[in-house]
């Protein structure tokens, strides 16, 4: 039902669409390289065993099949139904779930296939409904090539951020990535790390778990490993109008990593010179999280007690993750507990003024 | 006051069966297991999720690692979100039945004949299903039907 | 300053000690000091091999500066392991006696990983601590070495020296190359379970893996204050494992790996275990009462509030007033002063629980 706040604008800013068949792609690809796709094409080699160990289509609510017969999120109608007119939502940005396994490959395939992916996203949904954004699909281990499909695509400010993925062969502060990060910035654009991906590294610091729960759980590791490493490396230093996204990887625990962080400095800040300031800052500064999976202790209590020592509701992002399984209901996912105009700033205004959203009318510029 | 719902013959809902049904502007799912019927309120107490659309699964144990045994009779319902699992004739949530559950409601069999006097006795319509289907529900002697009571 | 034997400690009916430092650091013997614990051949071997110890890819992998506070770089010659002692019972809590040490052994045993040589530097390790350190001062415990890469030879050496009370722990490193909760390593958890031995899961290791799921850090930083995520994975890998539905006398100390981020942990775990349970259908019961149940860390300068306040939020989340267990990391001043200060945070009902209780009721032997 649509969200009960009247006045709210509803920003859903974790929408995965779906290619509704390996072939749908290659209308987009230039010929020489359709053949290369048929013949050798995408291989992934590692973990996607994970998502098999839990199928639902790549991991998707058991409901969200369309009745077409195309896998979830593959179908507008449908999403426009399930998702989009059942919450009243104002805008929703489309993170292709084909990034996960488009992003990481290598060379000029890896730049042709997420350009076509790009022009299968605003051709067939951007163009077909008004109320979808988009994330820039890049192949972000190739620098220069994600840098140029960037500055290609930043014309259509339907895309509003460029859409990485967590499961990266190096950790994202490093200067390998640094290109990409220029490019965004000079676009005006934010960086969106989305968890999970293929191509890259073992999915755990001690090894790759057993089973899908253990899989499931180790997606906040990762994603606090990369708010170190661009911290660390100095990143926002370089860049301090860059924006990053971190997208479901949970946000309880900033508060006591900000803490780490300020206490590592303030003894041993002389290993990284280059941090001028304590590192927790650039949290404030530079970083934003979206609120799915929505952290759930079992005492309101605690929620209130996290989120008063998180202090960053203004960088608090609503997303559905809509099709998956661990989708958060728009109306239900934010606890009442949660200040009226702080919710009110999840549920769509933060996001608006991230992203430059026209507001019943108004323009809100965005924050790069 | 409860009243009571026809919503299917017991015909229509064999073992293993469910409907799907709306009284009152709320969505209900109406089992069959093991020949007795139970219905729950079709939205997770989680995040509202249609609960009744779920899979139906047996009940596992497993006292060691490697060690499962498993009673494949129907017993849990998986909500199609989030697949919080809930006891089908308890609607108790399995992971903490005494706080988390699923809304339940009172089913009973009763025959054609017995319902077409208690309407008659009433003076009323025999109480149909859902707000949005205009016929009654056709009642025969013949037929046993499932009937949920909801208030 | 060191207890006589004379003097000692009844240890059939001892007298509580008010304060349990649960970790004191002790560098890694020579090898020439280990010569009388080892077989021949390895001596002979290791002598014409010009092997000097694997410690020395824990020296090249610490930043000097961190290893010049740490202390390390001392002998082990009786007078220096004295020394260490000295400094770990100079750093009781004030008031606190008397005490008792739980002193580890840094060897870096998992970076080999020839089977025969690294059970064989194990056992003589474990014996020159018995023999050497553990007779200086009555009040020391010690932690037996064990290479994971062998379970069932660590679980051979765990039931060797089971007999020893005075080793109350098996000390593992967090990062290895697959996860703890892999029922290859359950003989560990076996032997250590049923000669009442706590495993102790200490910070730091070396693994063939990155400490991250995203590639090498670069700095310190990043590997230090990272360092909690790797004890995560063990932690959620021990439990959806299956170790303590297996073994539910097991307990595992988690040692330096800080502790502020427990709740959020818990909360996640607990929400993802909800729908997804029945994968891992023996994990029968919430994550977090298993985190309660059988899991204790030490105070750590790795993490913790910065005040008071959010001190006694972060416990009352924990769920416990009982998880946290008082440790200097001595001979190591950074790490004392910082559970100096994490300790004057604790609540003071909770205070004596963390200086000794707690450990005294984790650790069968103590």
Request: a negative charge; proline letters at 8%; one cysteine or more.
């Amino acid at each position: 039902m649509p969200l009960a706040e009247t006045g709210t604008i509803l920003v859903d800013c974790d929408v995965h669409n779906a290619l509704p068949s390996p072939d749908a792609i290659k209308p987009y690809l230039p010929r020489r390289w359709q053949k290369y796709h048929d013949d050798y094409g995408l291989r992934t080699r590692d973990n996607m065993a994970y998502w098999a160990s839990r199928p639902r289509a790549m991991a998707a609510r058991a409901d969200a099949h369309p009745p077409t017969g195309v896998p979830p999120g593959a179908d507008l109608p449908f999403m426009r139904d399930q998702l989009l007119n059942e919450w009243g939502t104002d805008y929703a940005v489309l993170g292709p779930i084909n990034q996960l396994t488009f992003g990481g490959q290598p060379g000029e395939y890896g730049a042709v296939l997420t350009r076509a992916l790009n022009d299968w996203v605003a051709a067939e949904w951007l163009d077909a409904e008004p109320r979808l954004r988009a994330g820039i699909s890049v192949p972000f281990e190739e620098a220069d090539l994600a840098a140029k499909e960037i500055r290609d695509r930043a014309t259509d400010r339907r895309f509003v951020q460029v859409l990485f993925n967590m499961a990266t062969r190096d950790p994202l502060g490093k200067r390998k990535y640094w290109p990409i990060y220029e490019a965004a910035c000079e676009q005006g654009l934010p960086i969106a790390v989305h968890v999970a991906g293929v191509l890259s590294n073992t999915i755990t610091g001690a090894g790759w778990p057993t089973y899908y729960l253990e899989y499931h759980f180790s997606h906040t590791q990762a994603a606090q490993s990369q708010l170190l490493s661009m911290i660390a490396e100095g990143v926002f230093e370089a860049f301090p109008e860059l924006q990053v996204i971190l997208m479901e990887g949970g946000f309880a625990w900033v508060a006591p990593m900000s803490w780490s962080l300020d206490k590592y400095w303030s003894k041993w800040g002389e290993e990284v010179p280059h941090l001028p300031r304590p590192p927790s800052e650039y949290i404030a500064s530079n970083f934003w999280f979206t609120t799915q999976p929505m952290e759930e202790p079992e005492q309101p209590t605690y929620f209130k007690q996290m989120m008063s020592q998180f202090g960053l509701e203004e960088r608090l992002l609503f997303a559905s993750d809509y099709p998956h399984w661990d989708f958060d209901a728009p109306d239900q996912a934010i606890p009442r507990s949660v200040p009226r105009h702080l919710r009110e700033g999840i549920y769509g205004r933060n996001a608006a003024q991230l992203f430059g959203l026209e507001t019943k009318g108004a323009d809100v510029a965005a924050v790069t | 006051m409860t009243a009571k719902h026809v919503v299917a013959t017991t015909d229509e809902i064999p073992p293993q069966g469910r409907k799907i049904v709306d009284i009152n502007g709320r969505s209900i799912g109406v089992f069959n297991v093991g020949g007795s019927y139970y219905a729950i309120r079709n939205r997770c107490p989680h995040q509202g999720g249609p609960l009744c659309e779920g899979e139906i699964v047996g009940t596992v144990r497993a006292s060691r690692p490697g060690s499962i045994s498993y009673d494949p009779a129907a017993a849990y319902l998986q909500c199609p979100w989030h697949n919080w699992e809930f006891d089908l004739m308890s609607g108790r949530s399995w992971f903490d039945p005494k706080r988390v559950r699923a809304r339940q409601y009172r089913v009973s069999v009763e025959a054609g004949g017995a319902l077409r006097e208690e309407s008659a006795g009433e003076g009323g319509e025999i109480p149909t299903e859902g707000p949005y289907v205009v016929e009654s529900f056709p009642v025969s002697v013949e037929e046993n039907y499932v009937v949920v009571h909801v208030r | 300053m060191i207890a006589e034997l004379e003097d000692a400690q009844d240890l059939s009916s001892p007298r509580p000690a008010t304060a349990i430092d649960c970790d004191v650091q002790l560098p890694a013997p020579t090898v020439p000091a280990l010569r009388p614990y080892l077989p021949t051949y390895w001596c002979d071997y290791l002598r014409s091999a010009g092997f000097t110890g694997a410690h020395s890819a824990i020296r090249n992998s610490y930043p000097p500066i961190l290893q010049r506070d740490a202390g390390w770089g001392g002998e082990e010659t009786a007078d220096g392991l004295s020394r260490y002692l000295g400094a770990a019972e100079a750093s009781a809590p004030a008031g606190a006696h008397p005490q008792i040490f739980m002193c580890r052994v840094h060897t870096g045993l998992e970076s080999i990983r020839h089977p025969d040589m690294s059970a064989a530097l194990a056992s003589a390790v474990n014996d020159w601590l018995a023999d050497q350190v553990l007779t200086l001062d009555v009040r020391a415990r010690g932690s037996i070495v064990v290479s994971p890469h062998e379970p069932e030879l660590a679980a051979r050496e765990i039931r060797r020296l089971g007999g020893n009370q005075r080793f109350a722990q098996v000390v593992l490193p967090v990062r290895f190359d697959q996860p703890y909760g892999e029922r290859q390593f359950f003989p560990i958890y076996g032997a250590a379970a049923e000669n009442g031995l706590v495993v102790a899961i200490h910070y730091g290791g070396f693994s063939v893996n990155p400490p991250t799921s995203i590639g090498w850090p670069s700095h310190y930083m990043e590997e230090y204050i990272g360092m909690p995520h790797v004890f995560q994975t063990q932690m959620a890998s021990l439990i959806l494992g299956g170790a303590f539905q297996e073994f539910p006398k097991l307990r595992i100390a988690f040692i330096d790996a800080g502790f502020a981020w427990l709740p959020s942990f818990m909360w996640r775990l607990d929400k993802d275990w909800k729908g997804l349970w029945r994968e891992v259908p023996w994990v029968d019961r919430l994550p977090s009462r298993y985190v309660r149940e059988h899991f204790r860390l030490t105070l750590s300068p790795l993490d913790g509030p910065q005040d008071a306040t959010d001190m006694a939020q972060i416990l009352e989340q924990m769920g416990s007033g009982s998880l946290l267990m008082y440790a200097t990391g001595r001979p190591g001043s950074w790490a004392h002063e910082e559970a100096t200060a994490l300790l004057a945070m604790v609540p003071d009902g909770l205070r004596p629980g963390v200086i000794a209780g707690n450990a005294r009721e984790f650790y069968p032997r103590l």
